[in-house]
């Protein structure tokens, strides 16, 4: 056998989120992006120590870096629908 490693292998924890009309959904006081045709579904989502990751039933959607501070918004355009793209 061998020795085992000196650090925990981050597992991450698993909690479902509604997507907001606004496209994202908010995981401890922090919001999201997630696609904007999933406007009013529920997702599954995974959150690290490192990031945060969506998906629908088993369909990886996206992975975002975890946010450093309560009240951010972590955003990407390709989630957003074309008209908003052009007024961000």
């Known amino acids: 056998m061998q020795p085992l490693p000196g650090a925990a292998p981050d597992l991450g924890t698993w909690h479902r989120a509604s997507v907001h009309r606004d496209c994202h959904v908010q ?5 999201y992006s997630a696609p904007f045709a999933l406007a009013g ?8 120590d490192s990031v ?7 369909r990886h959607l996206c992975t975002h870096l975890r946010a450093q501070r309560p009240g951010q918004r972590v955003t990407l355009s390709d989630h957003l629908p074309p008209q908003a793209r052009h007024f961000f």
Do not use: G, H, I, P
């Open 41 to 48: 579904k529920v997702l599954w989502l995974r959150a690290t």
């Open 27 to 31: 995981f401890e006081r922090v919001l």
């Open 52 to 58: 945060v990751a969506l998906y629908e039933d088993y």
